[in-house]
Protein backbone atom coordinates (compact mmCIF):
# COMPACT_ATOMS: atom_id res chain seq x y z
CA UNK A 1 0.00 0.00 0.00
CA UNK A 2 2.72 2.48 0.81
CA UNK A 3 4.19 1.86 -2.22
CA UNK A 4 1.39 2.34 -4.40
CA UNK A 5 0.66 5.86 -2.18
CA UNK A 6 4.35 6.25 -3.18
CA UNK A 7 3.61 5.27 -6.96
CA UNK A 8 1.02 7.80 -7.37
CA UNK A 9 2.35 10.59 -5.60
CA UNK A 10 5.57 10.52 -8.14
CA UNK A 11 3.70 9.60 -11.05
CA UNK A 12 1.38 13.14 -10.26
CA UNK A 13 4.64 14.87 -10.00
CA UNK A 14 6.20 13.84 -12.90
CA UNK A 15 2.96 14.78 -14.66
CA UNK A 16 3.02 18.24 -12.84
CA UNK A 17 6.44 18.94 -13.77
CA UNK A 18 5.61 18.14 -18.16
CA UNK A 19 1.83 19.49 -17.91
CA UNK A 20 0.55 22.89 -16.75
CA UNK A 21 -3.24 22.91 -14.91
CA UNK A 22 -5.03 25.41 -15.46
CA UNK A 23 -8.37 26.86 -13.34
CA UNK A 24 -11.32 27.42 -15.13
CA UNK A 25 -14.57 29.64 -14.42
CA UNK A 26 -17.25 27.36 -13.80
CA UNK A 27 -19.58 30.15 -14.07
CA UNK A 28 -19.96 32.95 -16.41
CA UNK A 29 -20.17 36.73 -15.87
CA UNK A 30 -22.68 39.06 -17.42
CA UNK A 31 -24.03 42.47 -17.23
CA UNK A 32 -27.67 43.18 -16.92
CA UNK A 33 -30.13 45.33 -19.08
CA UNK A 34 -33.64 46.39 -20.09
CA UNK A 35 -35.19 44.64 -22.37
CA UNK A 36 -37.70 47.47 -24.05
CA UNK A 37 -39.60 45.26 -25.76
CA UNK A 38 -40.20 42.57 -23.78
CA UNK A 39 -40.24 45.23 -20.50
CA UNK A 40 -37.85 43.03 -18.68
CA UNK A 41 -34.34 42.36 -17.37
CA UNK A 42 -32.13 40.11 -19.56
CA UNK A 43 -28.44 39.33 -19.87
CA UNK A 44 -25.65 40.09 -21.91
CA UNK A 45 -22.95 37.14 -21.49
CA UNK A 46 -19.42 39.10 -21.17
CA UNK A 47 -17.22 35.90 -20.13
CA UNK A 48 -18.32 32.47 -20.60
CA UNK A 49 -18.06 29.41 -17.95
CA UNK A 50 -15.06 27.31 -19.18
CA UNK A 51 -12.87 30.09 -19.83
CA UNK A 52 -9.23 30.00 -17.75
CA UNK A 53 -8.61 31.92 -15.46
CA UNK A 54 -7.07 34.82 -14.74
CA UNK A 55 -8.10 35.93 -17.80
CA UNK A 56 -5.00 36.77 -20.50
CA UNK A 57 -6.62 40.05 -21.52
CA UNK A 58 -9.83 41.93 -20.72
CA UNK A 59 -13.36 41.69 -22.48
CA UNK A 60 -14.42 45.24 -23.25
CA UNK A 61 -17.53 46.22 -23.71
CA UNK A 62 -18.93 49.92 -25.25
CA UNK A 63 -21.81 51.46 -23.63
CA UNK A 64 -23.81 54.77 -24.09
CA UNK A 65 -26.61 56.54 -23.32
CA UNK A 66 -30.07 55.43 -23.93
CA UNK A 67 -32.06 58.58 -22.59
CA UNK A 68 -31.98 62.24 -23.75
CA UNK A 69 -29.58 64.22 -21.32
CA UNK A 70 -28.76 60.77 -19.38
CA UNK A 71 -26.25 61.74 -16.13
CA UNK A 72 -25.50 58.26 -14.95
CA UNK A 73 -25.44 54.36 -15.69
CA UNK A 74 -25.67 51.77 -13.44
CA UNK A 75 -23.95 48.27 -14.09
CA UNK A 76 -25.46 45.32 -12.53
CA UNK A 77 -23.14 41.88 -13.19
CA UNK A 78 -24.68 38.98 -12.35
CA UNK A 79 -22.99 35.21 -11.98
CA UNK A 80 -24.52 33.05 -15.25
CA UNK A 81 -25.29 29.54 -14.95
CA UNK A 82 -23.01 27.48 -17.30
CA UNK A 83 -24.97 26.44 -20.34
CA UNK A 84 -27.17 29.48 -19.77
CA UNK A 85 -27.10 31.41 -22.97
CA UNK A 86 -28.05 30.28 -26.47
CA UNK A 87 -25.94 31.24 -29.36
CA UNK A 88 -26.76 32.86 -32.74
CA UNK A 89 -24.47 33.13 -35.63
CA UNK A 90 -24.51 36.62 -37.44
CA UNK A 91 -23.42 37.37 -40.80
CA UNK A 92 -22.48 40.91 -41.77
CA UNK A 93 -19.96 42.75 -44.11
CA UNK A 94 -17.25 44.26 -42.99
CA UNK A 95 -15.99 47.19 -45.29
CA UNK A 96 -12.48 47.18 -43.82
CA UNK A 97 -11.98 43.70 -45.76
CA UNK A 98 -14.75 44.28 -48.11
CA UNK A 99 -15.72 40.76 -47.45
CA UNK A 100 -18.95 39.39 -45.83
CA UNK A 101 -18.35 37.39 -41.97
CA UNK A 102 -20.27 35.80 -40.02
CA UNK A 103 -19.57 35.39 -36.00
CA UNK A 104 -21.44 33.19 -33.69
CA UNK A 105 -22.20 35.05 -30.52
CA UNK A 106 -24.27 34.63 -27.52
CA UNK A 107 -28.27 35.89 -27.44
CA UNK A 108 -28.71 38.26 -24.19
CA UNK A 109 -31.43 35.83 -23.29
CA UNK A 110 -30.18 34.38 -19.80
CA UNK A 111 -32.77 35.33 -17.41
CA UNK A 112 -31.58 33.02 -14.62
CA UNK A 113 -28.31 34.60 -13.32
CA UNK A 114 -27.52 35.26 -10.12
CA UNK A 115 -26.55 39.62 -9.85
CA UNK A 116 -23.68 40.33 -7.70
CA UNK A 117 -23.91 43.27 -6.81
CA UNK A 118 -27.56 44.81 -7.55
CA UNK A 119 -28.30 45.24 -3.68
CA UNK A 120 -30.73 42.86 -2.88
CA UNK A 121 -29.18 40.46 -1.03
CA UNK A 122 -27.64 41.87 2.86
CA UNK A 123 -24.74 39.52 2.77
CA UNK A 124 -21.67 41.31 3.76
CA UNK A 125 -19.99 39.78 0.97
CA UNK A 126 -22.42 42.00 -1.55
CA UNK A 127 -21.08 44.17 -3.81
CA UNK A 128 -22.80 47.39 -4.15
CA UNK A 129 -24.04 48.86 -7.13
CA UNK A 130 -21.63 49.95 -9.99
CA UNK A 131 -23.07 53.82 -10.80
CA UNK A 132 -21.02 55.48 -13.37
CA UNK A 133 -21.60 59.03 -13.67
CA UNK A 134 -22.30 60.58 -16.95
CA UNK A 135 -20.43 64.45 -16.83
CA UNK A 136 -21.02 66.17 -18.92
CA UNK A 137 -24.67 64.59 -19.43
CA UNK A 138 -24.84 61.79 -22.78
CA UNK A 139 -27.18 61.46 -25.46
CA UNK A 140 -28.26 58.18 -27.22
CA UNK A 141 -26.29 57.26 -30.04
CA UNK A 142 -22.83 58.41 -29.16
CA UNK A 143 -20.13 56.48 -27.35
CA UNK A 144 -20.07 57.12 -23.57
CA UNK A 145 -17.60 54.32 -21.68
CA UNK A 146 -15.71 51.55 -21.97
CA UNK A 147 -16.17 48.74 -19.47
CA UNK A 148 -12.95 46.01 -19.00
CA UNK A 149 -13.69 43.41 -17.31
CA UNK A 150 -11.24 40.41 -16.58
CA UNK A 151 -11.45 38.01 -13.79
CA UNK A 152 -8.22 37.77 -11.52
CA UNK A 153 -6.15 34.91 -9.88
CA UNK A 154 -8.44 34.75 -6.96
CA UNK A 155 -11.40 34.46 -9.30
CA UNK A 156 -12.81 37.83 -8.38
CA UNK A 157 -14.61 39.58 -11.18
CA UNK A 158 -12.51 42.83 -11.73
CA UNK A 159 -14.10 46.01 -14.10
CA UNK A 160 -12.33 49.40 -15.07
CA UNK A 161 -14.71 51.84 -16.24
CA UNK A 162 -13.29 54.87 -19.04
CA UNK A 163 -15.19 57.68 -19.76
CA UNK A 164 -14.21 57.59 -23.66
CA UNK A 165 -15.46 61.30 -24.18
CA UNK A 166 -13.08 62.48 -21.59
CA UNK A 167 -10.29 59.63 -21.96
CA UNK A 168 -10.58 59.29 -17.89
CA UNK A 169 -10.46 56.16 -15.92
CA UNK A 170 -14.25 57.11 -13.42
CA UNK A 171 -13.01 52.98 -11.45
CA UNK A 172 -10.18 51.16 -12.14
CA UNK A 173 -9.69 47.95 -11.34
CA UNK A 174 -12.88 47.73 -8.79
Excluded at 47 to 62: I, N
Aim: hydrophobic residues 35%; charged residues 20%; contains cysteine.
Amino acid sequence: PADRRSGTALGAARLSSAAQLQDILYHGYGLRYWDMREERHKWIPLLEAGLTYPTPTPRTLVLGASLEGQTSLELIFGELPAGAQDESTEVFFDPATNQMSTRRSALGSVLNARPLNDGSTASANELSPCIVPLDPPANPGSDCIRVDLAVDQDRFLRVTVTDIRLNAVLFDNR
